[in-house]
Every structure is written in C-alpha cells, then in structure tokens.
C-alpha cells in the first residue's frame, strides 16, 4: 500500500542525499489556485453579499437564509448536542486553554539598557479576528476550539468565526460548530466557506460583516490561496495544507500502533500525507500488514487507501535513527511522531516540525482534539520556519522607547556616527538639534 524508498547504505556508497527533496510531497499549487480565487475575492469585495449568495449555491450548493447565524440557532445547536459530546468538548477547552495561559507568559518587558534608558515590549493583541473552520470532508468543530481558545486567552476583543453552509442543516454550519462557538461565547457566526469567507473577512461586507485585522485557521487549497492573495491587506496565521503525519520508529515501536497512526491521518484527506521513516526492515512490513487489515475496516477506506497509495506517502528506509532524524528535519512534518527506544531523548534533537508526538502513549489524533496542544500547524515543509498558531499569533509585539535627557545625551555620539556612516545626517541632526553646541556627544 505505501511504496518503499530505501535510502539504506546510499552514504556509505558515497551517493550524496538530499532528504529534502527524497521524501515525497503532495502537488499543492498554491500559486495556481490564487488565479482562481482571484475574481472571487475582488467580485466579493464589490458586490458583497449578492457575490457571497452566487458563491454559495455554486459551491455548498445551498443559500442560507441569513449569512450571519442567527443566536437562536446557535443555543439551539448547543442545546441539542449530545452531552457525551459536549463533555468531550468542554475538557478539550479547559485543556487548550491551560496550555494558551500559559503561552501568554508576561504582556511586557521592560529593559533598562542604561541608565535612564528603558525600551519595553508590550504585547498587544489584535484587534478584531476572523476564525475559519472547515466543513468539508470533515466538520472540524475541533478547530474552532483551536481558533477560539488562544484568540481569547490572548485578549483579542472582537472574534468572528466563518464556516460553510451545509444543505442537510438548511443552509448552517454544522451543528457541533455552532454548539462549540455558543459554548465559547462566540455569537458572530457566519455560515460562508471557501475563498469568499476569506474575502469576506478580508474587505469586509456592508451590512454584514466588518473588515477583520487577522484571519486564521485552517483549510483546503482555495482558503490557502485567498489567504495567500489577501495577505498584506489583512495578517494571515500561516498557509496550512493538507496534513502530514511522519513516524519516526525503529525495531521497538508497535506496528498496530505505528498503522493506526497513519490510518488516522490518512483520513482527513485523499490528498493526507503518510510517511514512516524506519531503520527496522521487520517493522514496515509489520506495518504493511497491519495497514492492509485495518483499512479494509476504516469507515472512510477508499480515502485512506488513496491517500497512502498516492505520490505523496511512503516508508523511507534508513541505515539507523541518526539518519531517520536527519530525515524528517528535512522533510519538517506537520505532525512527527517518535517511535523509538529513549524516545524523549530522540524528540528533543528534532529541530523541525509542527507538533512532536512522544512514544507510543502520544498519537497524533491526541493533539487533533485533546492534549491542550494546538492542531492549527504549519505543513509542506514551513514547520523548518513556522510555528503552529498559538496565543502569540494574535498579539503584536509593540517597543515602547522612553530616555531620559541624559540618557538621550550618553548617546547621542553614536546615533550621529551611525547616521553619517549610513549616509543619513538628518538622523544624527534629530538628535543634536535638542543640545547645545557641544553637549551630548561621547568621546
């Protein structure tokens, strides 16, 4: 089911390797897609909530009555859920919450440089967000807890959350969505998916929804690309793709485990990437075996069977776990599970990937809904640059300069030699102007 690289002896025959480029990737044509979403965006930044209508039957294939969910709608939702559910629901919360409070740290540092001289950095969060959640192949209703969570601990003040209409529930997102913003407090709900809710959020509709500072969270590859294109007229979290899940195990990870994992992952999408680095030949034919058995039972089979089939899966053998590291730092997984002996050990070598997952007590689908880590994590190989949205995605940091005189004037000397060395008088002048012929300089 999943092809085979065998990378094993490949450096001792003096072959030289680029892992980057050895382990397979998805076709993700971001660049491509922001064509398409191109006169989506500007036609809804036009004609506002007559394009987001248009857009909606062509796509979801229903409109909803009322773009903005009505409150009633949203207690109703929350009303109605299963208390197993919601029990599941609120002990995600307190844990993702614990997790943000203690991300937030201290709102401001303050240094004295020298004597009198004090720069502070305040954290400041954003403004006004705007929350997108999938609905899909897969209602995410985790990821507004992901979205939420952090944008409230952070202080974030006003917070709007976008999720596409569905046709069986008469135009609304999804009830387990509308039941976790309720929950959380969130009542500017729209039900708009794709590009246009991107758009939305990013212009700004009269009457409707106001211009947001921030978008964030998850999506399929024309959410990407509107975030990509709208980037600059608002901020944006990150361009998250489809998920990836790498393990990195040897002779002592468990191949049941090892299958379930990637299964689970497998899952999300066709597109979903599976990848297994192993030093141990044994275990991935184990897992192979194990694959074959537990997909032919999973409830979405023919998306797992294509996802593990497709380009962008493999096993990759290696000589040994020094190389398997090497390995997956290069190919900087969305999600890195290590399956090793000293697995601890091993994680905390590992300088690239969204979320590392520690031996076999810590899968994956724990971090998509239940550790108090966050799942909103970077993917196609951004985790060697980016981190997973989190509290400080919605703070600014802000440095506040405040000298004294005299602190002004023990430096003034080296700001005029900077700016003359820069080729920029004015910028000395700035400063010498406010003393006497003479005074503040450093000799």
Known sequence: MLRTIDLRGRLAAGTRLDYATVVPRAVFDVAAAVEVVRPICDDVATRGAIALAEYSERFDHVVPPSFRVPAAALAAALDGLDPDVRAAFEESTRRRRLVSEAELGERAVDVQVAP???????MIPVRRV??????????????????????????????????????????????????????????????????????????GVPGLCPRVDLVTGPGNIYVVAAKRLLKGRVGIDSEAGTTEIAVLADSSADPVHVAADLVSQAEHDPMAAAVLVTDAPDLAAAVERELQEQVDVTKHADRVRTALGGQQSAVILVDDVEQGLEVVDAYAAEHLEIQTRDAAAVAARVRNAGAIFVGPWSPVSLGDYSAGSTHVLPTAGCACHSSGLNVKSFLKAVHVVSYTEDALAAVARHVEVFADAENLPAHGAAVSRRFPRGAGTVR
Not at 116 to 122: E, F, H, K
Not at 135 to 149: C, D, E, F, T
């Open 116 to 122: 009198g001289a004090q720069v502070t950095q305040r």
């Open 130 to 203: 705007g929350l997108y959640v999938p609905g899909g192949l897969a209602p995410l209703a985790s990821s507004v807890i992901m979205n939420v969570v952090p944008a409230q601990v952070a202080g974030v003040q006003s917070i709007a959350v976008a999720s596409p209409p569905q046709r069986e529930f008469g135009g609304l997102p999804h009830p387990s969505i509308l039941a976790l913003c309720h929950l959380l407090g969130v009542e500017e709900v729209y039900a708009v998916g794709g590009a246009q809710a991107v758009a939305m959020f990013g212009y």
